[in-house]
């Protein structure tokens, strides 16, 4: 009588390994520039608070050229003797002017207090930026300026930082794989006979970021950003000074919808805040934002609206 079992089927072949792919050290991409290695972390938990009313109107002219209003009715800080602080009302307008080209922008600001800010970003070649800011104050030595040469390579970005006060840094990027970059700087302050150097990792994929810096004046940033979906982010970050002592963490979040986007904060300090924009139309946004420190308990409220063609 045959045999019900059927038999066994026959052994399937052996699966091949799985190569991993192989990398091309002399292609590698361009990493972004030393000072910005915390952005994506910074988006997400440093957000634009204010306190009080705020009104932003821009209103272009042409193309390129365009004007802006700004108001901003709230309090504002005053030491004083002891370890607190008064607030006092007060109200700041500024007048700006804009000028923005594929190859060079140009930003400037006029404010009731006398102030005058402005900004330069210039394209001197390919790959040459020239990027310059300076504040101008009726005060005595509060007018300062900073000029950056910033010259991109095919894997790497060198930068040279001048600035008032016989400061002068200079910063170095390289890409060592397509997903790690190292760098260091250094920097001398003339005027106040202080140097320093730093480093600084950072390793980014398509679903997550994290970086690392140290200094040698004591501050050790650490930051992580996990992209959970397209429009919800999770982020992180750390911070030492070994001199001061301090040590702050803080975890946040930035969820985009379709007509808002909005993010939230809360750090070691017992500090919570949340910043939302929404857009109620085009050209037209509804901002709102809130801090509360509980260690202080200092709370800070803030409504705005944004304006522009």
Known sequence: MASLIPPPPPPAPPAEAIKPEKVNYLDLPCPIPYEEIH????????AE?????????????NQKFSLSHSVLMGPMEVPSQSAETFKIPTAHYDFG????????????RVMTDGRVNARVKCDLSENLTLKANAQLSSEPHMSNGMANFDYKGTDYRAQLQLGNGGLIGASYIQSVTPHLSLGGEVFWAGQHRKSGLGYAARYNTDKMVATGQIASTGMVALSYVQKVTEKVSLASDFMYNYMSKDVTASCGYDYILRQCRLRGRIDSNGCVSGFLEE???????????????HKKKDYRFGLGLTIGE
Not at 39 to 46: F, G, P, T
Not at 97 to 108: C, E, S, T, V
């Open 49 to 61: 608070h204010f306190e009080g009313m705020r009104l932003d109107l821009t209103k272009g002219l």
């Open 279 to 293: 857009r109620l139309s085009l050209g037209l946004n509804f901002i709102v934002s809130a801090e509360v420190d």
């Open 97 to 108: 002017a804009n000028y923005i080209d594929p190859k060079l922008m140009l930003i400037g």
């Open 39 to 46: 952005r994506e972390a910074l988006m997400s938990l440093k």
